[in-house]
């Protein structure tokens, strides 16, 4: 007797079936799936598109996100982070929502996990191909969209404002590579100094993302130079690297010498030091 798509037995294999398709059950599980498999077209189908979607997503190859997609999710870590430190009077009451579906619901319910499924596969699949490398990315980063105000002129000051939160400041660094008129603009010394001085990780990087931008100006160069041989953080330290091999900067080449024997710092550092050294030797 054939199993249909709606019945109790394919709602109770229905989460099931991705890890089936990758192999990944017990084998008491792995016996039960296949036998339900065997009799259920659906089923079969779905198996199908899920070892089709883990096939390819496997033979993606894996490509470094731009540091845009880092920095950018990282001030929005901080923003959800400043929104959930607010007083409780400041937080809306939670609306309840039901999550037992009803009888009624059931035979649909199974097949939205199965998407959902693919989807998540897709996803990954898709991003996969659209991340592009460093070189070809980083210098088109968009800058944050905002309106800028009397903050600005004070951060251009002061870097490291205390009044500011992390993401405030990260935004005023975008506005702030938006507005520079030349190669003697003061804005790019303030910039630096963000670079090198402010105490959040986060706006050093977006900070180091936009001087890239500025890269004609014969300060940015020098100025990563320099801000590596002074870093601490690993991720500041990375991208300074990621920079400075994109600019093909050979007078990196002695700060890197050092820095990938440098036994304080972490392998993943070293080894990023010693890969761009290799590189800019090259050139």
């Not at 990758?22 to 498999?37: C, D, I, K, N, R």
């Not at 880092?70 to 937080?91: G, I, Q």
């Not at 670079?195 to 990087?205: H, M, Y």
Request: glycine share 4%; net charge negative.
């Amino acid at each position: 007797m054939n199993i249909t798509p709606n019945s109790s037995e394919c709602l109770d294999v229905a989460d099931l079936l991705v890890d089936y398709a990758e192999h990944s059950l017990p084998p008491a599980q792995t016996a039960q799936m296949a036998a339900h498999v065997a009799t259920c077209p659906r089923c079969q189908e779905r198996v199908a598109q899920l070892q089709e979607l883990g096939t390819k997503f496997e033979a993606a190859e894996p490509i470094t996100p731009p540091l845009a997609l880092r920095v950018n999710f990282m001030a929005a870590l901080e923003r959800e982070k400043a929104a959930l430190a607010k007083p409780e009077s400041e937080v809306r009451e939670a609306k309840v929502v039901r999550l037992e579906p009803a009888k009624s619901e059931e035979s649909g319910m199974w097949w939205l996990r199965i998407a959902a499924s693919l989807v998540l596969l897709a996803t990954g699949v898709l991003l996969g191909n659209l991340w592009r490398p460093l070189g070809a990315d980083v210098a088109g980063i968009s800058p944050v969209a905002t309106t800028a105000d009397s903050r600005l002129g004070t951060l251009k000051v002061n870097p490291a404002v205390p009044s500011l939160s992390a993401s405030d400041r990260i935004q005023l660094v975008n506005e702030m590579a938006g507005e520079v008129k030349g190669s003697a603009d003061p804005t790019v010394q303030a910039l630096i100094n963000t670079l090198n001085f402010d105490p959040n990780t986060n706006v050093r990087l977006a900070a180091g993302q936009a001087l890239y931008r500025l890269r004609d100006d014969p300060r940015v160069r020098e100025a990563f130079v320099q801000s590596l041989t002074i870093q601490t953080d690993p991720n500041v330290q990375i991208m300074l690297i990621e920079l400075l091999v994109a600019l093909r900067e050979r007078r990196a080449v002695p700060e890197l010498e050092r820095l990938s024997q440098r036994r304080d710092a972490l392998p993943i550092v070293r080894q990023q030091a010693e890969s761009g050294l290799g590189q800019l030797i090259q050139i």
